[in-house]
């Protein structure tokens, strides 16, 4: 739990701090006196007796007792300071501004781990160091700007990055987004994200939190915990929208070099959030208007009614919406009739809706009120409304402040002329606490994205029951490495998952008495090479005893084959599991299209354990060759439910055996009756 004395301090100290607006510590005692705090602030400076007009004290030993300390002075003067205020002055609450820690040098990461143990010693919290500080409507304990305007039902925004936060506000300020906190954790030493994260879970109290949550992060430490309680949070009725940078080499470099942030697995980090229910967006601009977005009330479905007088704009937003999978749906029929009769003529009703350049006030709210109580197909309205220049716009925005507040569908107003209306656009953002979208395309954008993301998954899901003790029999005493075909036959069984009925054979006459057996089309494929196809170790379609002579004396030669696996031939559409265990996220699950296809097209989902049977549904749903599993020009469909349920079992199987570093099924042949493993390799790294 974060230390109430950090949060809603009675008293505040400053240390360094200056009459020089231009340093940190000087900017710091300016925002903190010109913030809404009540209490008593003390500065500490040894050069001054006065500053900014308050009693500057010249050691922190002078201090009487004090809630919260913010510390704008060398590294190295910290761990001793931190120590005073701790032990001698009652303090809990803790902003190092101060950089020359973790993210410099080993010195630095001493002088953090000893101020960290201090204040863990004491029960009190500490942001940073190394960070712009802290803001709440309580009181301002940063030293960058702009301040926001702050509101109880503004966004808590919660960032790795202090001058990231700088850009992010500065563009949602602009368009109108209030806060109600600003958390710069800086290099996270005793709080970070996750932990913000879990206390706005444990102390959400459903009449007074902020209902909409921002992250923006370089490194994802606790991704367990940021599960838990960002899905914990959005079952509650929050919303959180979340930038992760450094997905890509080049910018995991520049993460690292910025903040000591490791890369992790981007298709990881897409599984968490997406498991979550967190809206993932790639920059500040998306960032600011999916939380805009937030903002307003959710349609509770995916029709939009564009209202524009602009038809250009409206057709880009149509595009946006309709390629995102929304729907623009038409409208028509005598309501529709109606509506078009009471604009002026050359308007349209179909959806778009134009009522065109000389389009009025009164005809806008006409507009939206056929929208909202006569088409019953439209869940949400997009009000595009500019200014060619030739008049103002203080009627048209008055009328859809008016209609937002009364409307039970949710208005999202476009206003584009930032020039041309500038005043007007003030007046709505500032007077009448209202939202702008600038551009339409980022918003339909961000719209879809708020709307395509999913509800939170169950994170004790119900999952297939499997043979635990048999799989664990088999982990627990094998070695490191890639498992026999044995034991990948044994743990497949345990799992319930269907696999073909192979037989290793190292002798010629061995091979000709299994095809005897069991007859022919056969498969024959080198045992003991990783990558079989890659060496020529895989011969399709055996249909004579020649050819099982001639291919077992010219497999068996392979470097490193010690044995031949055969089986019959079987047919299905090629599809492909894996899981692949992750030091931070645990295991994934990735499944799609298989064979040579999952290296070429890449067309695979992915989902952090448990993977439940409706998860793995509602992914195999999303893949792009989803119509081939379908089953196309007459080819024979995969069996979605047992696909479903294989993904499930995989799932089980790692969550059983935490060991298993890789896995691959690959493929597995899919009917409208069966799917079946035919390949599998499975490697254990205890």
Request: proline share 5%; aromatic share 6%.
């Amino acid at each position: 739990m974060i230390n109430p004395k950090l949060l809603k301090p009675q008293s505040i100290v400053v240390i360094g701090a200056s009459n020089d607006v231009q340093k940190p510590g000087g900017k710091i005692l300016k925002n903190l006196l010109s913030s809404n705090f009540k209490g008593a602030v003390y500065a500490i400076n040894p050069k001054e007796s006065e500053v900014q007009g308050i009693h500057c004290y010249a050691t922190v030993q002078e201090l009487p007792q004090v809630d919260c300390a913010i510390l704008a002075i060398a590294a190295k003067y910290c761990p001793a300071t931190v120590d005073v205020l701790a032990k001698d002055k009652g303090t809990r609450g803790f902003i190092i501004i101060s950089a020359g820690f973790s993210e410099e040098n080993e010195a630095g990461a001493q002088y953090e781990k000893q101020i960290v143990d201090t204040i863990n010693s004491v029960g009190g919290s500490l942001i940073g160091p190394n960070c712009t500080g802290f803001l709440n409507i309580n009181y301002n304990g940063a030293f960058d700007t702009p301040i926001p305007p702050l509101s109880a039902q503004g966004v808590d925004f919660i960032t790795g990055s202090g001058a990231t936060a700088v850009f992010i506000k500065e563009y949602g300020i602009t368009n109108g987004l209030s806060f109600n906190s600003v958390w710069a954790v800086g290099n996270s030493a005793q709080m970070g994200i996750e932990e913000v994260l879990e206390h706005l879970d444990v102390t959400f109290d459903p009449a007074a939190s902020s209902r909409v949550i921002m992250l923006y992060m370089e490194n994802i430490k606790n991704p367990k915990k940021m599960l838990t309680h960002a899905s914990s949070l959005i079952n509650k009725g929050c919303k959180i929208a979340a930038i992760k940078s450094g997905s890509s080499a080049a910018g995991s470099r520049a993460a690292s070099s910025h903040t000591g942030a490791l890369a992790t697995s981007d298709v990881a980090v897409e599984a968490l959030f997406r498991k979550a229910g967190i809206v993932r967006c790639h920059n500040r601009e998306e960032l600011t208007t999916v939380c805009s977005i937030f903002m307003h009330p959710a349609p509770k479905g995916k029709r939009i009614a564009i209202i524009t007088h602009a038809g250009g704009p409206a057709v880009m937003l149509t595009d946006v919406l309709s390629n995102n999978g929304l729907e623009v749906p038409h409208i028509e029929g005598p309501k529709a009739e109606e509506l078009l009769s009471k604009l002026y003529a050359g308007s349209a009703v179909g959806n778009p809706i134009d009522f065109l350049a000389t389009g009025t006030a009164e005809q806008l709210g006409t507009i939206i009120d056929y929208c909202e109580n006569e088409f019953d197909n439209i869940d949400a309205m997009a009000v595009i409304f500019g200014s060619p220049g030739l008049f103002a716009n203080w009627e048209v925005y008055d009328v859809l402040d008016q209609k937002m507040k009364t409307c039970k569908k949710p208005i999202f107003p476009i206003l584009p002329s930032i020039i041309n209306v500038k005043e007007e656009i003030a007046d709505f953002i500032t007077n009448k606490h209202r939202i702008n979208f600038p551009e339409e395309c980022v918003f339909g954008n961000a719209l879809a994205k708020v709307i395509n993301t999913p509800t939170p998954q169950p994170l004790q899901p119900e999952m297939p029951k499997i043979d635990t003790a048999a799989i664990r029999k088999v982990v627990d005493h094998c070695e490191d490495g890639y498992l026999s075909l044995e034991n990948i036959r044994t743990l497949l069984d345990a799992a319930g998952i269907a696999c073909k009925k192979e037989e290793e054979v190292n002798q010629e006459d061995a091979a000709v008495a299994y095809a005897r057996q069991v007859g022919y089309p056969l498969v024959m494929k080198v045992v003991g090479p990783v990558h079989k196809s890659d060496v020529g170790g895989v011969v399709l379609n055996v249909k004579d005893e020649e050819t099982v002579i001639r291919e077992f004396n010219r497999l068996i030669k392979i470097p490193e084959t010690y044995a031949v696996e055969m089986y019959p031939m079987l047919f299905g559409t090629e599809v492909f599991i894996g899981a692949s265990r992750d030091s931070k996220f645990g295991h994934q699950v990735l499944f799609g299209l298989g064979g040579i296809f999952v290296e070429v097209m890449k067309d695979v989902q992915a989902a952090l354990t448990p993977v439940n049977k409706n998860e793995a549904l509602a992914l195999i749903h999303k893949l792009r060759g989803y119509k081939i599993l379908q089953g196309v020009r007459g080819q024979e469909p995969v069996n979605e439910e047992l696909y479903a349920d294989t993904i499930a079992r995989v799932s089980a199987l790692v969550m059983a055996a935490p060991e298993i570093a890789e896995m691959d099924l690959n493929p597995l042949l899919g009917t409208a009756k069966s799917v079946t493993a035919v390949d599998a390799r499975i490697r254990i790294e205890k």
